[in-house]
């Protein structure tokens, strides 16, 4: 079955510990993309992926990092949470077609995360 | 640069009763429409889009969405809501050229709420 796998699911942690969620796709994507959404204000890009070895800043950067060592994998790290970050967060894959992506990005289930 | 404004928050309906659910963007670019539905406790799932021809657009569920290129507008719409369309909807822009296409802008979203 195609899809987007995210580990864990549901993670509690405090202040400075740091962290690693992982973001998986078995569909040979090239670019994933990683959001976090809050009440009131949507989706926002944290960073994605246009292919292995190539990140770039979305609109919410900060706080964190990425990489992207293998096609399948794009994990998102926290070095040092706060309890700003405490967020629902999804990562998010597609085809990419020339310099662009395909119209359709495929999403994970979600990993929800408090910083205490 | 692309923007999306979802007009309503929240949107309170009885079963069969019809709903729309309203979307207004800008962009310098020609764009591409999305609109994703989250049900509770689940990621988000493609709902319908626009790429190109017929501006009214089907999607799953019985949901359509009318695109209108002079008042920038992507509307959703279904003539008669059941208990189980109750989620939070999103609808996104993406543009089709330039440094902005692969990026996916979303609105803040909108709650539908279906009472019986």
């Known amino acids: 079955e195609a899809q987007v796998t995210q580990n864990p699911r549901y993670l509690i942690t405090v202040t400075g510990k740091k962290l690693t969620v992982t973001c998986s796709q078995n569909?040979?994507?090239?670019?994933m993309s990683w959001y976090r959404q809050d009440p009131g204000l949507g989706l926002r890009q944290i960073y994605y992926?246009?292919?292995?070895?190539?990140?770039d800043k979305g609109d919410v950067p900060e706080g964190y990092k990425v990489s992207r060592k293998e096609k399948r994998n794009f994990p998102l790290i926290l070095e040092s949470p706060s309890p700003n970050q405490t967020s629902l967060y999804f990562c998010?894959?597609?085809?990419?077609?020339?310099?662009?992506?395909?119209?359709?990005?495929?999403f994970g289930p979600g990993t929800r995360l408090t910083v205490l | 640069a692309q923007s999306v404004t979802q007009l309503d928050s929240q949107v309170p309906v009885f079963e069969e009763a019809p709903v729309e659910l309203r979307c207004n963007y800008s962009?310098?670019?020609?764009?591409?429409l999305f609109w994703y539905v989250q049900y509770p406790n689940q990621g988000l799932q493609l709902l319908l889009k626009?790429?190109?021809?017929?501006?009214l657009v089907k999607g799953i569920n019985g949901f359509e969405a009318e695109f209108n290129k002079s008042q920038t507008s992507f509307h959703l719409r279904k003539p008669s809501v059941h208990i189980s369309d109750t989620a939070e909807y999103f609808c996104?822009?993406?543009?089709?050229?330039?440094?902005?296409?692969?990026?996916?802008?979303f609105g803040k979203g909108t709650l539908l709420t279906v009472n019986p």
């Open positions: 998010a894959s597609s085809f990419r077609i020339g310099q662009g992506i395909a119209d359709t990005q495929y």
């Open positions: 569909m040979n994507h090239e670019y």
């Open positions: 992926s246009m292919n292995v070895e190539v990140t």
């Open positions: 962009s310098s670019v020609s764009v591409y």
């Open positions: 626009y790429l190109s021809g017929s501006t």
């Open positions: 996104a822009v993406r543009g089709r050229s330039g440094g902005s296409n692969y990026k996916l802008t």
